[in-house]
T-cell receptor
């Protein structure tokens, strides 16, 4: 399967702490994207990182990409209760004009 | 407001019945996608369309059908051949369906079997 694998499947931390989620994949990619999903809702795009990029920032979010290890991480700093959601990585593999989603990390921020 | 709308929010299907899920976008996007999401799982691609009057099967197209007669509309029919249709269905769109694009998602339709 080309599906990305996310780790951990679930993460529970205290408000104010940092949360790190990881995504691994198996074949060469054009880009890797992170999405957020609140319970029972649609997905919202967070960050797109291209295969020639190593790190991107957006507000409290930091995404890294290591193509040699075929992995990416999403860091949320100074977490808030409102960050509670599921986070998905999605990879666009070379030669395929579609995204393949991982199974997601369920993040719970405890007040 | 620009965006993607899906209706209904909840849909109930009886045995042997075909049901159609609506997806409409006013973003002027060329490409549209249908995904299925099972509890605690990621999204799996059912069908996608990069241009009007053309569409391609995704990874789990069996038991589903689509049409793309208008740029803004991409309805999904869950046929009686789909034996396990209970899931959350998400529609998405991108500007051109090319590489390096982000997807915009609708709010989803939850399909339940009676």
């Amino acid at each position: 399967s080309q599906q990305g694998e996310e780790d951990p499947q679930a993460l529970s931390i205290q408000e104010g702490e940092n949360a790190t989620m990881n995504c691994s994949y198996k074949t060469s990619i054009n880009n890797l994207q992170w999405y957020r999903q609140n319970s029972g809702r649609g997905l919202v795009h967070l960050i797109l990182i291209r295969s020639n990029e190593r790190e991107k920032h957006s507000g409290r979010l930091r995404v890294t990409l290591d193509t040699s290890k075929k992995s990416s991480s999403l860091l949320i700093t100074a977490s808030r209760a409102a960050d509670t959601a599921s986070y998905f990585c999605a990879t666009e593999f070379q030669g395929a004009q579609k995204l393949v989603f991982g199974q997601g990390t369920r993040l719970t921020i405890n007040p | 407001d620009g965006g993607i709308t899906q209706s209904p929010k909840y849909l109930f299907r009886k045995e042997g019945q075909n049901v159609t899920l609506s997806c409409e976008q006013n973003l002027n996007h060329d490409a549209m996608y249908w995904y299925r999401q099972d509890p605690g799982q990621g999204l799996r691609l059912i069908y996608y369309s990069q241009i009007v009057n053309d569409f391609q099967k995704g990874d789990i197209a069996e038991g589903y059908s689509v049409s793309r007669e208008k740029k803004e509309s991409f309805p999904l029919t869950v046929t009686s051949a789909q034996k396990n249709p209970t899931a959350f269905y998400l529609c998405a769109s991108t500007s051109s369906g090319g590489v390096q694009e982000t997807q915009y998602f609708g709010p989803g339709t939850r399909l339940l079997v009676l």
